[in-house]
């Protein structure tokens, strides 16, 4: 059974630092990519920070130079890094594990950045 486990959302005020974890398991075959999407309220989700196998990222526009995705293949966890939060990222986070024709999201975290 897939299981996605998020942590590390939160209430933070502007200009502070959160960090989300995202841990995958019971994924048997290769994990090809890993991200985090957010969706706050009446918008559509939108693909935030995603991460390939070999390590290529991708950011969107408004999260560039302060957010960073990284991943530990070993322990099939995503991480993101925010800093410089705004009231702007406040939303649910959800990671999303792409392994094959097969995708896989978690449950979401709430993101609150108070201005």
């Known amino acids: 059974q897939v299981q996605l486990v998020e942590s590390g959302g939160g209430l933070v005020q502007a200009g502070g630092s959160l960090r989300l974890s995202c841990a995958a398991s019971g994924i048997t075959r290769s994990i090809n990519f890993m991200g985090w999407y957010r969706q706050a309220p009446g918008k559509q989700r939108e693909l935030v920070a995603g991460?390939?196998?070999?390590?290529?990222?991708n950011y969107v526009d408004s999260v560039k130079g302060r957010f960073t995705i990284s991943r530990d293949n070993t322990k099939s966890t995503v991480y993101l890094q925010m800093n410089s939060l705004n009231a702007e990222d406040t939303a649910v986070y959800y990671c999303?594990?792409?392994?094959?024709?097969?995708?896989?999201w978690g449950q979401g975290t709430q993101v609150t950045v108070s201005s």
């Open positions: 999303n594990v792409r392994s094959g024709f097969w995708t896989y």
């Open positions: 991460i390939t196998s070999s390590g290529t990222t």
